[in-house]
């Protein structure tokens, strides 16, 4: 049965069984995650269906971020150390993926506009949403302890993001609408 009728009083359990109420950062944190892996799905998708790249590494970022959401989403520290943990390496091949899609761009003067096509832009929205969850867990940090590699994951992956939109734009051979004051 998908209903249990337990959150019915506005209340949420946390991984552990902890009860909070649905509005706790720690819920908004992981929540706002939950929130950026589904538009990643999409992304993936626009990116399987018009590209033919990429799909395999967004899939990986969405297992990625998965973990992070389950580790946000326990505040028991006995449970949280038996669960699967975010590595620094994700955060390293993130890096590494910024810097080769980087490597096949003009350089950048100006601000980019989100948009140019619709894979451009859904990238824009991942990585808007990617910065409230970041801007989330860093309010969830002056509060908990937090692992730093969750906030390192978050930031670079807004990187990846943006670069993945210019690059969405780019290889279709589009122009990229540039704001210029």
Avoid at 119 to 135: K, S
Wanted: proline share 1%.
């Amino acid at each position: 049965m998908i209903y249990t009728k337990a959150g019915d009083s506005g209340t949420t359990s946390l991984v552990g069984g902890t009860r909070v109420s649905k509005d706790n950062i720690r819920v908004e944190a992981y929540g706002t995650v939950d929130e950026l892996n589904s538009h990643i799905g999409l992304l993936a998708e626009m990116f399987r269906v018009e590209h033919g790249g990429y799909y395999d590494e967004l899939k990986a970022v969405q297992h990625n971020l998965f973990t992070l959401q389950t580790l946000l989403a326990t505040e028991d520290a006995d449970v949280y150390a038996r669960l699967p943990q975010l590595r620094l390496e994700e955060v390293e091949l993130l890096e590494r993926q910024i810097d080769t899609i980087s490597d096949l761009l003009p350089k950048l003067q100006n601000f980019v506009i989100a948009g140019g096509n619709l894979t451009g832009a859904q990238c824009h929205v991942c990585r808007t949403v990617c910065r409230r969850a970041e801007r989330c867990v860093v309010a969830l940090a002056r509060e908990e302890h937090i692992d730093e590699v969750i906030l390192h994951y978050l930031n670079r992956l807004s990187d990846y993001l943006f670069v993945l939109g210019r690059h969405a734009v780019v290889m279709k051979g589009l122009a990229e609408d540039l704001y210029i004051s």
